[in-house]
């Protein structure tokens, strides 16, 4: 049914609600699980965080249905992976592939290159050596619902991250055998998600050319073992370590390399933040300068106990986080259970891998009943740390110091 | 000779100084350092993959609220997203509505005229948004 549909769109250009009706099986009912309390009629707030259970997922805060914006639960950071089945899920257009054959599914690779190729889901299973990598990734407006004054786009908290491990093909190796001609300045990488309308853009993210040869990247057709979810990009998936999962292009179809860079509104208009450090800009004067969003800020985020939690007083609490950065290194995490009057280091769990999230974890016994503000900060190897001040109009690449409300009771 | 008393002199600091700064630097790690599970590496069940994955995707609704507008927000708006979209966000205010809406028409090539435009953003407003508040009297241009 995903092929009818999206060749229909094709073919008309444009999608009527009298198809998205015929199009969309109206069942949505049976597939909400909990709902958040709040009635599905006008007027509500911006809290409606139903449950929901996509195809090959489990349940998850649903942000939006079409195209499907699903959040991860805090919970499942607790391990060291993000289960594939909890793991987030953001696409632009409606027009997301719900239907993928391998016997026809091939990712070329086109442009300035030697040879132009297309590659079978077994072509980079088989003739690239397979590399291993765990790596966290987020959406560029994850915990975008917390910037005040609030910024439109999805409202994520902090669950649009996730952690994995990937098998796959190392993007340089693919390059090479492609053969990149001389002049090649960027790589630019698409999906089988299509636009809705002729005049929508394409979603096409570009990386530099010295950027896609450096070995690090890969095509991955291995997510924790599985293959990729659906909704995760089966059947492969650029993962560009350290770097905001809109590099990372989901079911990749096209790898184009580029004599003059690309420009289009994924490049000039979307995906950008302001020069300053911390993407950081004055609601009422917003900053002239932009730039593409790029590497992971350096950012700690509480995991348990969870927002408004009640402790006892006098109990032992196990605090546990995460920290990440853009793969130089996590060092150091400090506590505070004092707003940020006085700070202990938390205890950093193992290295995982180098793009990896480092966990962290410490105790509290807390001694008094009352509110508390615990707050928690990282510093990686080069020293980048947290601020507490940072608001951008897009909402992108939250990386202030995080408060935790806690309520200690008797 | 007092040369060489000062050099060794200042050897011993400088060696000192730098044994305090890795001691310190491992004794940190090492005192953040918890015994923690040996990592699970999954087996790949690559092998199981099946030549044809196909999902269908639900409707979820919510339906729109009626009024004016809506009709228009129905056949346009809705080709790209659904009303969750909208639902999901803040209640703004009518300017930020007015830039969301034509950022759809700039950026995305919603089919929206002029129009259609204003119809579309009096209808965002009349059910999840509210009215621009003017600037107090008082308050100054930075």
């Known amino acids: 049914m995903g092929y ?11 999608l009527g609600l009298g198809a998205l009706v015929a199009g969309c099986k109206n069942a949505s009912i049976a597939r909400t699980v909990i709902d958040a309390g709040v009635p ?71 442009g300035a290159v030697d040879r132009p190729l297309q590659l079978s889901f077994d072509d ?7 590399v291993t990598l765990t790596a966290f990734s987020q959406c560029s407006g994850n915990s975008r619902s917390f910037f005040r004054p609030q910024v439109p786009g999805a409202q994520w908290t902090n669950g649009a991250m996730g952690n994995a491990r990937y098998v796959g093909a190392r993007l340089k190796d693919v390059l090479n055998a492609a053969g ?52 995760n990009g089966f059947p492969v998936r650029l993962v560009v370590p350290g770097w905001f999962a809109t590099y990372w292009v989901k079911c990749l179809s096209e790898i184009t390399v580029r004599t003059e860079p690309l420009h289009n509104f994924w490049v000039d208009t979307a995906y ?14 917003p900053s002239e300068q932009s730039t593409p969003i790029t590497r992971h800020l350096t950012r700690a985020v509480f995991v348990t106990p969870e927002p408004s939690a009640q402790v006892k007083k006098d109990a032992p ?9 853009d793969g130089t290194g996590i060092r150091r995490v400090e506590a505070s259970m004092d707003g940020g ?15 990896s999230w480092r966990r962290w974890r410490m105790n509290w016994r807390p001694t008094d009943v009352g509110h508390y503000s615990l707050q928690c900060r990282a510093t990686n190897a080069a020293g980048e740390t947290q601020t507490t001040s940072q608001w951008n109009h897009g909402g992108y690449g939250r990386s202030i110091i995080q408060t935790l409300d806690v309520e200690v009771l008797a | 000779m007092q040369t060489l008393r000062v050099a060794v002199v200042l050897l011993c600091v400088a060696v000192a100084m730098l044994a305090y700064a890795l001691w310190g630097r491992s004794g940190r790690e090492r005192s953040a350092a918890l015994p923690t599970p ?51 966000q803040p209640t703004f205010p009518r300017k930020i509505w007015m830039a969301e809406v034509h950022k759809m028409v700039k950026g995305y090539g919603a089919p929206i005229d002029p129009v259609q435009e204003k119809v579309i953003v009096n209808y965002l407003v009349s059910w999840h948004g509210k009215e621009d508040v003017p600037a107090p009297a008082n308050s100054m241009p930075r």
């Open chain 1, 341 to 355: 009057r006085t700070w202990v280091d938390a205890a950093l769990d193992r290295v995982i891998d180098k793009y």
């Open chain 1, 124 to 130: 980079l299973r088989t003739k690239f050596e397979p």
């Open chain 1, 40 to 110: 599905e009629t006008k007027g509500m707030g911006s809290n409606l965080r139903p449950w929901a259970r996509f195809p090959e997922k489990t349940d998850l805060m649903m942000i939006a249905d079409r195209p499907p914006l699903l959040e991860t639960p805090l919970h499942y950071f607790l391990q060291d992976l993000t289960p594939n089945e909890a793991y987030f899920v953001r696409w632009h257009y409606a027009g997301l592939p719900t239907r993928i054959d391998l016997k026809t599914f091939r990712t070329q690779v086109i």
């Open chain 1, 4 to 14: 009818l549909r999206r060749d229909f769109l094709k073919a008309t250009g444009m």
């Open chain 1, 317 to 325: 609490v196990e605090i546990q986080g995460i920290a990440v950065d």
């Open chain 1, 272 to 285: 950008r933040v302001p020069t300053t450090p911390d993407y950081n800009e004055d609601p009422t004067h």
């Open chain 2, 38 to 88: 040996a990592p699970v590496i999954p087996v790949s069940q690559l092998t199981q993959v099946k030549p044809v994955k196909e999902i269908e995707l639900d409707y979820h609704g919510p339906d729109l609220p009626p009024g004016p507008g809506q009709d228009i927000f129905a056949t346009q708006c809705v080709i790209c997203h659904s009303a969750r979209y909208v639902l999901n």
């Open chain 1, 180 to 231: 990149v001609k001389a002049g090649a300045v960027e790589v630019s990488f698409r999906g089988v998600d299509i636009p809705p309308l002729q005049a929508s853009p394409h979603f096409e993210k570009p990386l530099t050319i010295d950027h896609a040869l450096d070995g690090e990247s890969i095509i991955a057709y291995e997510m924790n073992g599985a293959p990729f979810p659906m909704l």
